[in-house]
């Protein structure tokens, strides 16, 4: 998730005490073992290594992608991965990004939560979106260099525009809960995205709480773009709606009481985001989301 979340959880952090820990109880299912372990592949001591995660977890799941480079911050060269499904003249993006952050002591974060978890969801709910017959092309997209500046999102739109591109669903923060959290500030042209989401959620039975100012991701850059967007992430009932009070009450105050601090605020961008977090019943969850509702999408959304 983008640096201005941080940003924004650092004045939380300053304005509140530290609350106690809230380690999520892991699934005790042992089909779900694969799922921790895509994630856990992501845990690795450089970004080369990393990459080199997201391929094998792509090719593990039966797919064949490419890698396309851009210049990145500092100098750095950039790399997305992608692959797609089907054929159809219009797109709809399923993305996450697979970066992680730097700590102050020169380590990685090991970057579970944010975002190695949403990255084995989408590929997962992929898997699901190919025994499908859709009427669009769906590009799954895992992005380098969110956490540097929605860097990979806007280097892929420069590339290739948003022409075909009939909807994107960005999926970032999957790690653990049970209740998803969707943003509605992504512009008028977004409106048949939220309620394909709406629908998907009502059809899951799936608690969904939408926010009218969501933490950035690289859904923004698809926004700026005209593209329409929905970007969505799970956590346990009590963490979303503490998330909706810091982004969505008036300026002065968090809406939150003395002493409270959201747990994703002490999580992202940290040592603490580690795979204790992860609970993979969330990934199970996101992943069967994820394409419900791409194919709610791929049948509401006009191709034009």
């Known amino acids: ?10 004045l939380g952090a300053a304005a ?21 372990e895509a994630v856990a592949s992501f845990v690795q001591p450089d970004t080369d290594a990393r990459h080199a995660a997201a391929l094998q977890v ?16 500092q100098g750095e060269q950039g790399r997305n991965i992608v692959f797609t499904i089907g054929g ?8 996450a990004h697979y970066d992680t952050v730097r700590l102050p002591d020169g380590t990685w974060s090991q970057g579970v939560v944010d975002n190695a978890a949403s990255v084995v969801a989408i590929v997962e709910a992929a898997k699901v979106l190919k025994r499908a017959r859709l009427r669009h092309r769906i590009r799954v997209i895992l992005f380098d260099q969110e956490e540097r500046g929605l860097l990979g999102a806007k280097a892929w739109i420069a590339a290739h525009g948003i022409a075909k591109v009939a909807a994107v669903v960005n999926s970032d923060v999957a790690g653990y809960g049970d209740v998803l959290m969707y943003g509605l500030n992504n512009g008028a042209a977004s409106a048949p995205v939220v309620r394909a989401l709406r629908a998907t959620c009502a059809a899951q039975a799936q608690e969904c709480v939408g ?45 939150l009481a003395e002493g ?28 069967a989301f994820h394409a419900a509702l791409v194919r709610e999408i791929d049948r509401t959304v006009r191709r034009r």
């Open 58 to 73: 792509v090719r593990a799941a039966g797919f064949t992608p490419t890698v396309e480079t851009f210049a990145g911050a």
């Open 260 to 287: 409270v601090v959201p747990e994703v605020f002490r999580t992202i961008h940290t040592a603490g985001d580690r795979m204790e977090k992860i609970d993979p019943a969330t990934i199970a969850r996101a992943a």
């Open 16 to 36: 509140f005490a530290p609350a106690a820990a809230q380690t999520p109880t892991p699934s005790p299912d042992p089909a779900l073992a694969p799922l921790r």
């Open 1 to 10: 998730m983008h640096r201005l979340l941080i940003a924004l959880a650092m």
């Open 88 to 95: 159809g003249a219009r797109e709809i993006l399923l993305v």
């Open 211 to 255: 926010y009218p100012a969501y933490p950035p991701s690289d859904d923004r850059a698809f926004i700026a773009a005209g593209a329409p967007t929905v970007s969505v992430g799970f956590q346990d009932g009590v963490g979303v709606h503490q998330m909706w009070l810091a982004f969505n009450t008036q300026k002065g105050g968090s809406g």
